[in-house]
């Protein structure tokens, strides 16, 4: 069973609405990241976490807020979408362990 | 600015090459270089890391390569097979091996041909 897990798998939005991505792991590691993935940029940081309660802000953080409510979850938000947001959201828990990425669309 | 440099964009060998992909970096204080494999539809998954105090790690066909005074280093996959097909990143981060905080190129695209 993966270790990381991110829901949803896909999503679409509108432009101006609210999105909430989540991410779950089980291996009890203290360092949560998000990261977007877009065509020749690699990965790039937004937001991570050093536990439950803690965030901190990544390369790229502009547009977005992160919540970490316990080990386990951590959640990417985007209070405002825009379509520059449209990417693969790909979560990770220390030692480099991804999830399996969350594809936003943003109309 | 972009810390870490990933060459060729794109790479086709033949099954059974060696092929020899290059990364190299501006920030001194990386330490810390991991390499990624992404297939398509999934999430990178860690394949070979190396820390700057060595200049060669190996684990089965993969093999990196490190010069620190260069800045660069390079992943070599020998024996390359179909299924190595797949994006590869190189990543580096400073300070100890606990920090995960990656700058990561922009990856090369491996096709290998049977």
């Known amino acids: 069973e993966a270790a990381v897990t991110q829901s949803p798998r896909n999503k679409v939005a509108v432009t101006g609405g609210k999105v909430t991505l989540s991410c779950n792991q089980t291996n009890n590691h203290n360092n949560m990241y998000w990261y977007r993935q877009d065509t020749g940029h690699g990965l790039r940081l937004i937001h991570y976490?050093?536990?439950?309660?803690?965030?901190e802000k990544g390369d790229i953080p502009d547009g977005y807020k992160a919540s970490r409510p316990s080990q386990e979850n951590f959640s990417l938000i985007l209070e405002l979408a825009t379509p520059s947001q449209t990417s693969v959201y790909f979560c990770a828990s220390a030692q480099g362990d991804f999830g399996p990425g969350t594809r936003l669309t943003v109309l | 600015q972009q810390q870490v440099r990933q060459s060729p964009q794109s790479l086709t060998v033949w099954e059974g090459e060696t092929a020899i992909l290059n990364c190299s970096y501006e920030?001194?204080?990386?330490?810390?270089f991991p390499w990624y494999q992404q297939f398509p539809g999934e999430g990178p998954a860690l394949l070979i890391s190396?820390?700057?105090?060595?200049d060669k790690k190996e684990d089965g066909r993969f093999t990196i390569f490190f010069n620190k005074r260069e800045k660069k280093l390079s992943l070599h996959i020998a024996d390359s097979q179909p299924g190595d097909s797949a994006t590869y990143f190189c990543?580096?981060?400073?300070?100890?091996?606990?920090?995960?905080?990656?700058?990561f190129g922009a990856g090369t695209r491996l096709k290998v041909i049977a």
């Open positions: 920030n001194s204080a990386f330490d810390y």
């Open positions: 990543a580096a981060s400073a300070g100890n091996t606990g920090n995960y905080k990656y700058v």
């Open positions: 190396i820390l700057s105090v060595s």
């Open positions: 976490s050093y536990g439950a309660g803690s965030t």
